[in-house]
Nanobody
Framework: EVQLVESGGALVQPGGSLRLSCAAS????????MSWVRQAPGKGPEWVSN????????YYAESVKGRFTISRDNAKNTLYLQMNSLKPEDTAVYYC????????????????WGQGTQVTVSS
């Protein structure tokens, strides 16, 4: 059974940092490009970032570029999202998902999803 389990979400003040994790199981994690997608309250999902199978290439939405860093540890079957300089508009549920390709940003094409972790940026 494919499982993606996110963790690390929390309440943080503006300007703060968080690191999200996504533990994968039930499939060959190292063979999949991976993605982070977020959904803010009352809004549709928004693609955040992708990473290729070995972590050598990454791709970011303009809204997070320079502040967020996606990475992975294939030995641990884990995907990460380091989030710095957080803003209130980063408040959302963050999901990890498998991506068909590094440059595919349409989340409708993503096959497997986690349950999400809540990130709230507020003073």
């Amino acid at each position: 059974e494919v499982q993606l389990v996110e963790s690390g979400g929390a309440l943080v003040q503006p300007g703060g940092s968080l690191r999200l994790s996504c533990a994968a199981s039930g499939f060959n994690f190292g063979s999949y490009d991976m993605s982070w997608v977020r959904q803010a309250p009352g809004k549709g999902p928004e693609w955040v970032s992708n990473i290729d199978t070995d972590g050598g290439s990454t791709y970011y939405a303009e809204s997070v570029k320079g502040r967020f860093t996606i990475s992975r540890d294939n030995a641990k079957n884990t995907l990460y999202l380091q989030m710095n300089s957080l803003k209130p508009e980063d408040t959302a549920v963050y999901y990890c998902a498998t991506a068909p390709d590094l440059y595919v940003v349409s989340y409708l094409l993503y096959d497997y999803w986690g349950q999400g972790t809540q990130v709230t940026v507020s003073s």
